[in-house]
Protein backbone atom coordinates (compact mmCIF):
# COMPACT_ATOMS: atom_id res chain seq x y z
CA UNK A 1 0.00 0.00 0.00
CA UNK A 2 2.92 2.72 1.11
CA UNK A 3 3.63 2.58 -3.32
CA UNK A 4 0.37 3.72 -4.07
CA UNK A 5 0.28 6.59 -1.33
CA UNK A 6 3.65 7.89 -1.97
CA UNK A 7 2.89 8.62 -5.43
CA UNK A 8 -0.81 9.58 -5.14
CA UNK A 9 0.35 11.85 -2.33
CA UNK A 10 2.56 13.75 -4.69
CA UNK A 11 -0.08 13.71 -7.58
CA UNK A 12 -2.59 16.86 -7.33
CA UNK A 13 -6.68 15.71 -6.94
CA UNK A 14 -6.76 16.42 -10.83
CA UNK A 15 -3.84 14.43 -11.66
CA UNK A 16 -5.84 11.49 -9.99
CA UNK A 17 -8.73 12.15 -11.32
CA UNK A 18 -7.30 12.32 -14.93
CA UNK A 19 -5.43 8.68 -14.39
CA UNK A 20 -9.03 7.02 -13.14
CA UNK A 21 -10.80 8.30 -15.83
CA UNK A 22 -8.58 7.59 -18.33
CA UNK A 23 -7.83 4.21 -16.93
CA UNK A 24 -10.34 0.92 -16.92
CA UNK A 25 -11.02 -1.69 -14.37
CA UNK A 26 -9.46 -4.87 -15.12
CA UNK A 27 -10.14 -7.94 -13.45
CA UNK A 28 -7.82 -10.76 -13.33
CA UNK A 29 -7.90 -15.02 -12.61
CA UNK A 30 -5.34 -16.66 -10.41
CA UNK A 31 -3.16 -18.13 -12.71
CA UNK A 32 -3.37 -15.36 -15.31
CA UNK A 33 0.03 -14.06 -15.95
CA UNK A 34 -0.18 -9.85 -15.86
CA UNK A 35 3.59 -8.79 -16.76
CA UNK A 36 6.22 -11.03 -18.33
CA UNK A 37 9.37 -10.70 -17.69
CA UNK A 38 11.53 -9.65 -20.93
CA UNK A 39 8.05 -8.20 -22.83
CA UNK A 40 7.36 -4.98 -23.41
CA UNK A 41 4.90 -4.17 -20.65
CA UNK A 42 1.82 -1.53 -22.35
CA UNK A 43 0.50 -0.65 -19.38
CA UNK A 44 0.52 0.89 -15.97
CA UNK A 45 -1.58 -1.34 -13.36
CA UNK A 46 -2.80 -0.09 -9.58
CA UNK A 47 -3.55 -3.08 -7.67
CA UNK A 48 -7.30 -1.99 -6.19
CA UNK A 49 -7.88 -5.59 -4.59
CA UNK A 50 -6.08 -8.77 -4.55
CA UNK A 51 -2.63 -10.14 -4.63
CA UNK A 52 0.02 -10.89 -7.03
CA UNK A 53 3.41 -12.78 -7.09
CA UNK A 54 6.31 -10.75 -7.95
CA UNK A 55 8.45 -13.87 -9.91
CA UNK A 56 12.24 -14.24 -11.40
CA UNK A 57 12.76 -15.22 -14.75
CA UNK A 58 13.91 -18.35 -13.38
CA UNK A 59 10.67 -18.86 -11.89
CA UNK A 60 11.62 -17.90 -7.83
CA UNK A 61 9.12 -16.02 -6.02
CA UNK A 62 10.64 -12.65 -4.67
CA UNK A 63 7.50 -11.31 -3.14
CA UNK A 64 3.91 -11.38 -3.26
CA UNK A 65 2.31 -7.31 -3.34
CA UNK A 66 -0.89 -6.62 -2.48
CA UNK A 67 -3.91 -3.44 -2.59
CA UNK A 68 -2.30 -0.43 -3.42
CA UNK A 69 0.65 -1.51 -5.38
CA UNK A 70 1.31 -0.31 -8.97
CA UNK A 71 3.03 -2.62 -11.39
CA UNK A 72 4.75 -1.29 -14.77
CA UNK A 73 5.82 2.28 -13.07
CA UNK A 74 9.77 1.41 -14.13
CA UNK A 75 8.45 0.86 -18.13
CA UNK A 76 6.82 4.12 -18.06
CA UNK A 77 9.73 5.76 -17.33
CA UNK A 78 12.53 3.54 -19.55
CA UNK A 79 10.64 1.50 -21.49
CA UNK A 80 13.08 -1.29 -20.96
CA UNK A 81 11.32 -4.81 -20.73
CA UNK A 82 11.04 -5.95 -16.76
CA UNK A 83 13.47 -7.97 -15.15
CA UNK A 84 10.45 -10.10 -13.03
CA UNK A 85 7.31 -11.04 -13.93
CA UNK A 86 3.87 -10.85 -12.58
CA UNK A 87 1.58 -13.28 -11.47
CA UNK A 88 -2.26 -13.52 -9.99
CA UNK A 89 -2.29 -15.70 -7.23
CA UNK A 90 -5.82 -14.13 -5.59
CA UNK A 91 -8.42 -12.68 -7.49
CA UNK A 92 -7.37 -9.55 -8.37
CA UNK A 93 -8.80 -6.11 -9.57
CA UNK A 94 -6.52 -3.39 -11.48
CA UNK A 95 -6.77 0.12 -12.64
CA UNK A 96 -5.27 -0.28 -15.85
CA UNK A 97 -3.92 2.62 -18.02
CA UNK A 98 -2.19 2.74 -21.33
CA UNK A 99 1.38 4.03 -20.72
CA UNK A 100 1.75 5.67 -24.22
CA UNK A 101 -1.59 7.77 -23.47
CA UNK A 102 0.38 7.89 -19.63
CA UNK A 103 3.02 9.70 -21.46
CA UNK A 104 1.52 11.53 -24.19
CA UNK A 105 -0.14 13.37 -20.91
CA UNK A 106 3.40 14.06 -19.50
CA UNK A 107 4.69 15.41 -22.89
CA UNK A 108 1.52 17.48 -23.01
CA UNK A 109 1.16 18.35 -19.56
CA UNK A 110 4.67 19.58 -17.91
CA UNK A 111 2.73 20.06 -14.57
CA UNK A 112 1.58 16.43 -14.27
CA UNK A 113 4.97 15.09 -15.89
CA UNK A 114 6.46 17.14 -12.95
CA UNK A 115 4.07 15.37 -10.42
CA UNK A 116 4.52 12.03 -12.04
CA UNK A 117 8.58 11.94 -12.47
CA UNK A 118 8.77 13.19 -9.00
CA UNK A 119 6.31 10.56 -6.88
CA UNK A 120 8.14 7.71 -9.05
CA UNK A 121 11.59 9.17 -7.71
CA UNK A 122 10.35 9.55 -4.44
CA UNK A 123 9.38 6.03 -4.45
CA UNK A 124 12.56 4.32 -5.94
CA UNK A 125 14.43 6.17 -3.38
CA UNK A 126 12.69 4.74 -0.72
CA UNK A 127 12.72 1.42 -1.97
CA UNK A 128 16.88 1.67 -2.67
CA UNK A 129 17.36 2.87 0.97
CA UNK A 130 14.97 0.16 2.44
CA UNK A 131 16.62 -2.53 -0.11
CA UNK A 132 20.68 -1.18 1.04
CA UNK A 133 19.48 -1.43 4.90
CA UNK A 134 18.20 -5.01 4.47
CA UNK A 135 21.24 -6.05 2.66
CA UNK A 136 22.97 -4.87 5.40
CA UNK A 137 21.19 -6.75 7.67
CA UNK A 138 20.74 -9.64 5.67
CA UNK A 139 17.16 -9.50 5.88
CA UNK A 140 14.92 -11.03 2.82
CA UNK A 141 13.93 -8.73 -0.13
CA UNK A 142 10.02 -9.85 0.75
CA UNK A 143 10.22 -7.50 4.20
CA UNK A 144 11.46 -4.54 1.56
CA UNK A 145 7.71 -2.83 2.56
CA UNK A 146 7.93 -3.89 5.85
CA UNK A 147 11.01 -1.80 6.53
CA UNK A 148 10.69 1.12 4.35
CA UNK A 149 10.70 4.32 6.19
CA UNK A 150 8.42 6.84 4.53
CA UNK A 151 9.94 10.38 3.80
CA UNK A 152 8.39 12.75 6.21
CA UNK A 153 6.58 15.06 3.61
CA UNK A 154 4.77 11.76 2.14
CA UNK A 155 3.73 11.25 5.76
CA UNK A 156 2.35 14.62 5.58
CA UNK A 157 0.26 13.86 2.80
CA UNK A 158 -0.50 11.01 3.73
CA UNK A 159 -4.27 11.37 4.32
CA UNK A 160 -4.77 12.75 1.05
CA UNK A 161 -3.25 9.85 -0.58
CA UNK A 162 -5.45 7.46 0.86
CA UNK A 163 -8.53 9.08 0.22
CA UNK A 164 -7.56 9.72 -3.61
CA UNK A 165 -6.90 6.19 -3.38
CA UNK A 166 -10.24 5.59 -2.36
CA UNK A 167 -11.73 8.14 -4.98
CA UNK A 168 -9.90 6.12 -7.61
CA UNK A 169 -11.81 3.14 -6.72
CA UNK A 170 -15.36 4.71 -6.49
CA UNK A 171 -14.58 6.66 -10.48
CA UNK A 172 -14.17 2.88 -11.41
CA UNK A 173 -16.96 1.29 -9.72
Known amino acids: MRKVLSILGQLSDEDVEWIARQGHKLECAVGQ ?3 TAGQPVTRLFILLDGEVAILLPNGAELVRVGSGEILGE ?12 AKITEKSTFLAI ?14 FAAHMYR ?7 MRMRATISNLGYGKSA ?4 DEM ?17 ERMRQILG
Not at 74 to 85: H, I, N, R, T, Y
Not at 98 to 111: A, F, G, N, Y
Not at 142 to 145: I, M, P, T
Request: aromatic share 4%; proline share 5%.
Open 142 to 145: GSLD
Open 98 to 111: DQDLMRSKMETDPI
Open 119 to 125: AIACFLS
Open 33 to 35: TLI
Open 74 to 85: MSLVDKSPPSAS
Open 149 to 165: EVDEEILDKLHLAGARF
